[in-house]
T-cell receptor, first 113, second 112 residues
């Protein structure tokens, strides 16, 4: 009965590889987000989707490509991984018509070697 | 440029006392200000939201104030307990549905 789930929890990979992180929410929300939390604990938004449509795209390298097959899922694909991509990635969801209270997933710790 | 500042130093407090955290912002006119709690290895959890036209909001032992003149929010945990130990993040939002911008968080450690 997890509200926002992410897989995998941990991801260790070599530089140059391509990897994906999956996110699903069962809250019936219409907006989903990807955040990056670096080693200094700053949480920064990367992307936001509303009803499968991209609405926020921060200054993120185009090696990062989000995909929303439906409004309950938002996946993040990363090409040509670099050392600086190592961080914890959080998925979140909210209701657009609400107060933007966001529900976060447990996070995916990505380590690029 | 827009900035949100929270005290990066950990706040050590004795059980039963009130913990007070600050969130200051510049070059920003938020419609909402939110506070989240984050435990190690977990995602942030929403605690409270306060609107620009509200001065104070309470929820159980938590109290938030919002001063748009000072560009500051204060977050209080009264009668603190060791279970309140966590990192607390403030986040600003221009309007519902818009993006949240988070501060760096303040770690609170409540000692028994």
């Amino acid at each position: 009965d997890t509200a926002v789930s992410q897989t995998p929890k941990y991801l260790v990979t070599q530089m140059g590889n391509d990897k994906s992180i999956k996110c699903e929410q069962n809250l019936g929300h219409d907006t989903m987000y990807w955040y990056k939390q670096d080693s200094k604990k700053f949480l920064k938004i990367m992307f936001s989707y509303n009803n499968k449509e991209l609405i926020i795209n921060e200054t993120v390298p185009n090696r990062f490509s989000p995909k929303s097959p439906d409004k309950a899922h938002l996946n993040l694909h990363i090409n040509s991984l670099e050392l600086g991509d190592s961080a914890v990635y959080f998925c979140a969801s909210s209701v657009t018509s609400g107060n933007n209270e966001q529900f976060f997933g447990p996070g995916t710790r990505l380590t690029v070697l | 440029s827009q900035k949100i500042e929270q005290n990066s130093e950990a706040l050590n407090i004795q059980e039963g006392k009130t913990a007070t955290l600050t969130c200051n912002y510049t070059n920003y006119s938020p419609a909402y200000l939110q506070w989240y709690r984050q435990d190690p290895g977990r995602g942030p959890v929403f605690l409270l939201l306060i609107r620009e036209n509200e001065k104070e909001k309470r929820k159980e032992r938590l109290k938030v104030t919002f001063d748009t003149t000072l560009k500051q929010s204060l977050f209080h945990i009264t009668a603190s307990q060791p279970a309140d130990s966590a990192t607390y993040l403030c986040a600003l939002d221009k309007a519902a549905g818009n993006k949240l911008t988070f501060g760096g968080g303040t770690r609170v450690l409540v000692k028994p």
